[in-house]
C-alpha cells in the first residue's frame, strides 16, 4: 500500500541554539498510510541537516520510491543507512497496526502516568540561559540538561555554580551537553572544573569520531560521558559491539531519528546493557507526531531516569496533539473517549 508523503517545514518560536550552528526552521517529510476501511498510520521523517547520517543528495528520491512502493514491510537492509526513513516508515506501520503494538498498552498511552523529564536549556547569552534556567526551575523541574559551549565557558561554569549554591545535588540533578564544542586537548581539564559541581553527565564533550581522544576520557573523566554524536552512522551490529567495546562509555542516550529508529535503538540498548552501559531516550528537535512516538515508546523501556523528549512547544505551527507537559513529567492527555486511532485519524497537515 503507497504511503503519502507530505513536505513540511517547520518554524521555530526562537532560534535554537547549538555549538554546531543556530536553528531557525526545519523540513521534514509526514508520512500517512491510510486503506478503505479508515484505518491511519502517521509517521514522521524529520533527518538533522549536517548531523544525520542521512543527509545526504539522494535522501528526497529514496524516501518517496521507498514510500511509492511500499508493500507492508519494512526492508531494513536497504535503510539502515537513512535512519530518519526507517523511525518515519516504523511509526507509520505501527500507528497502521495499532492493536499489535506494545507501545499502546503501557500507563502513559493510556493517560494514567507521566513519563519525568529534563528540562533543556538552550544555548543562548549569559542573560538569556539564566533566564531559561530560572523559568525551568520555577516549573518544578528537578533534571536540567544545560547546552554548553556557545559562549564563554567561565561564565558558564558562573550558571552552574549560581545554581548548585541554591540547589544540592539531592534537590537538582545537571546534565551538560556539549554537542562536541571541547577541544581534545583542554577537555579533560574543563570536566575536572564541571565536576567539582556534582555533575550528572555530560554528552559528546568532543567531536565524534576521535577515537583515541574519547576513549582517554572515558576512562579519566570525573563525570560520566555520555554518548550522542558518537552514535550516528554507526549502523552495523559488528560496528556498535566495537565502539562499545572500545571506548566504554558510561551512557548512550539514544534518538530514534539519529540512531536507527526503534529497531536500531533497540539493538543499542540490548548491547549497552550487556556491558553494564547506562542509557536514555530523547527527541531530536521532531514536531509532536514524531514526539508521540518517541515518548510511546520510552514508555515501554523501564527506565526511571528522566527522558530527554523535550516539550513539543518548540514550533509556531506544530502538529496539534495532546501532548502536555505538567510540571516535570510529560503527559498523553487524551481525552477517554479517544484512542490513538482516533487521534491519528483527525491530523490535519497542510501541504
Known amino acids: 500500500m503507497p504511503i503519502d508523503v507530505i513536505p513540511y ?62 508493500n507492508g514491510k519494512i526492508d531494513y537492509d536497504r535503510l539502515r543507512d537513512y535512519p530518519s526513513i526507517l523511525f518515519g516508515l516504523e511509526c507509520t506501520q505501527i500507528g497502521y497496526n495499532q492493536n499489535d503494538s506494545i507501545l499502546f498498552d503501557t500507563s502513559f498511552s493510556k493517560g494514567e502516568q507521566g513519563i519525568s523529564i529534563n528540562g533543556l536549556i538552550w544555548m543562548g547569552s549569559f542573560e538569556e540561559m539564566a533566564a531559561r534556567i530560572e523559568d525551568k526551575l520555577a516549573q518544578g523541574f528537578s533534571c536540567i540538561k544545560i547546552k554548553i559551549g556557545a559562549i564563554d565557558f567561565e561564565k558558564e561554569l558562573q550558571l552552574i555554580e549560581k545554581i548548585r549554591e541554591r540547589f544540592p545535588l539531592n534537590i537538582i540533578t545537571i546534565r551538560v551537553d556539549a554537542n562536541g564544542g571541547f577541544k581534545p586537548n583542554d577537555a579533560l581539564q574543563k570536566l575536572e572544573r564541571l565536576s567539582k559541581f556534582d555533575i550528572h553527565s555530560i554528552e559528546q564533550p568532543i567531536m565524534a569520531r576521535q577515537w583515541a581522544e574519547m576513549k582517554k576520557l572515558c576512562q579519566l573523566s570525573p563525570i560520566p560521558i555520555a554518548f550522542d554524536e558518537e552514535l550516528i552512522g554507526i549502523n552495523g551490529t559488528e560496528d556498535k559491539i566495537k565502539l562499545l567495546d572500545e571506548l566504554k562509555p558510561q551512557y548512550i542516550v539514544l534518538k530514534p531519528s539519529l540512531h536507527g529508529g526503534f529497531s536500531g535503538c533497540n539493538e543499542w540498548i540490548r548491547l549497552a546493557c550487556e556491558r553494564g552501559i547506562g542509557f536514555w531516550a530523547t527527541s531530536a528537535l521532531e514536531s509532536n507526531i514524531g514526539l508521540l512516538y518517541i515518548s510511546l515508546w520510552a514508555a515501554t523501556l523501564g527506565v526511571n531516569i528522566p527522558q530527554g523528549l523535550g516539550t513539543g512547544a518548540l514550533f509556531t505551527n506544530n502538529i496539534d496533539l495532546p501532548l502536555q507537559v505538567v510540571g516535570e513529567k510529560l503527559w498523553f492527555k487524551k481525552s477517554t473517549k479517544d484512542d490513538i486511532t482516533r487521534i491519528l485519524e483527525r491530523v490535519e497537515i497542510a501541504h
Open 9 to 70: 517545514t517547520l518554524h521555530f518560536k526562537q532560534p535554537a541554539g547549538t555549538s554546531r550552528g543556530v536553528y531557525t526552521e526545519r523540513k521534514v517529510w509526514y508520512l500517512k498510510m491510510r486503506d478503505a476501511d479508515g484505518r491511519v498510520g502517521v509517521g514522521e521523517v524529520a533527518p538533522l541537516p549536517k548531523l544525520s547520517c542521512d543527509d545526504v543528495p539522494d535522501f528526497e528520491s529514496v524516501l518517496y520510491d521507498v514510500c511509492k512502493n511500499f
